[in-house]
């Protein structure tokens, strides 16, 4: 398989099911892999999940989350105003875990030149003891974990999901060995994610936040990455690149107020896979989080999948004022914490 895109999914993750019109729904996935049957993406093979182990768990959740999260597997239970576990939940959580874990070893061993980590429930809201935002475990900071264990000294993630990854953050906050950036709409849920939140302690300059208003398109987004996220990277020079991808910056987005679209989110996938390949001889693993408009969702899902087996897209120009001085403000705050980004 070595040279291909390796896929990660699982049927299993549709017994996931928090109820009747919520957006994370298993449609959600029941329309991705319909579109992967129906077409199957160039040069992509597909694996089933399995499940994360409790010690891959507990190298970012407490033994007494985990285990109460257990004992509420094969039940109903309501652990926030919108996250849900049904009966399939806590299988559905350790199979998504455990298939971001795999997309990170398949690029660390070879195995795949890259890989997409295709789950759910998602991750990048949920606290070391805390289930939140539809999220259960930490799939992206598990799997950041794995591959620091597994050899990678320094591990980028990149979170485009349109909210911000306040679990994420959290988990890395005073590491200098994990650097955490997201580009989200801002004030929104969860409410973090201000341009000041830069780490601490020994992490202070390793979590780099763009909060942007709603309606910022793909030139906006083209902007963040090509003079705030691509620099900050380069300077770090990750062994492995995650990319926490939500598809809910969507224009069709019913969640949420931003203007991308496929080719955007293709063209951010695109300058990840180029700095994978500049810094890391190309380990890039994606990790599904949101996306709640199906067809958006799929069309967004197999554009990255086409730029994972080599196809090349650019963002279009022209930012907007409000997004280039979004970014100033992210430099700034960078730069009084001792980390200035170096020019683009
Ligand atoms: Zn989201």
């Given at each position: 398989m070595s040279g291909s895109t390796i896929v990660i999914t699982d049927k299993r993750f549709l017994d996931h099911d928090p109820g009747d019109g919520h957006p994370e729904s298993p449609a959600r996935l029941e329309a991705l892999l319909e579109d992967l049957a129906r077409v199957p993406a160039t040069d992509v093979a597909m694996e089933e999940a399995r499940f994360a182990t409790d010690a891959e768990i507990e190298t970012v959740h407490p033994a007494a989350y985990r285990e109460a999260l257990a004992a509420r597997g094969g039940h109903r239970a309501r652990l926030d105003p919108d996250t849900v576990m049904s009966p399939g939940s806590w299988d559905a959580a350790r199979l998504a875990a455990g298939a971001a874990v795999e997309a990170v070893r398949a690029t660390m061993t070879g195995r795949a030149r890259n890989a997409f980590a295709m789950v759910r429930p998602p991750g990048h809201?949920?606290?070391?003891?805390?289930?939140?935002?539809?999220?259960?475990?930490?799939?992206?900071?598990?799997?950041?974990?794995?591959?620091?264990?597994?050899?990678?000294?320094r591990v980028l993630i990149v979170d485009w999901d349109v909210h911000h990854g306040n679990g994420t953050q959290d988990i890395f906050a005073a590491r200098d060995d994990v650097l955490y950036m997201s580009v989200h709409q801002y004030p929104f849920y969860p409410g973090t994610g201000a341009a000041d939140e830069v780490g601490v302690g020994a992490g202070r300059g390793a979590t780099v936040n763009c909060p942007l208003p709603g309606g910022q398109g793909d030139a906006d987004y083209g902007a963040v990455f090509h003079d705030l996220f691509l620099p900050a990277a380069r300077a770090f020079r990750p062994e492995l690149v995650i990319v926490s991808a939500g598809f809910d910056a969507h224009a069709r987005d019913p969640l949420a107020n931003m203007r991308v679209s496929e080719r955007g989110f293709a063209a951010m996938a695109s300058v990840l896979a180029q700095l994978a390949d500049e810094t890391c001889g190309g380990k890039?693993?994606?990790?599904l989080e949101g996306g709640y408009d199906l067809p958006a969702l799929t069309a967004s899902v197999r554009a990255a999948l086409e730029v994972l087996a080599g196809r090349h897209e650019d963002f279009p120009g022209g930012p907007q004022a409000a997004t280039l001085?979004?970014?100033?403000?992210?430099?700034?705050?960078?730069?009084a914490a001792g980390r200035a980004v170096p020019k683009s």
């Open positions: 809201h949920a606290e070391p003891d805390r289930a939140m935002g539809f999220c259960l475990l930490n799939n992206a900071a598990i799997a950041a974990e794995a591959a620091r264990r597994a050899g990678a000294a890039l693993a994606l990790v001085e979004a970014i100033g403000a992210a430099r700034a705050a960078l730069r």
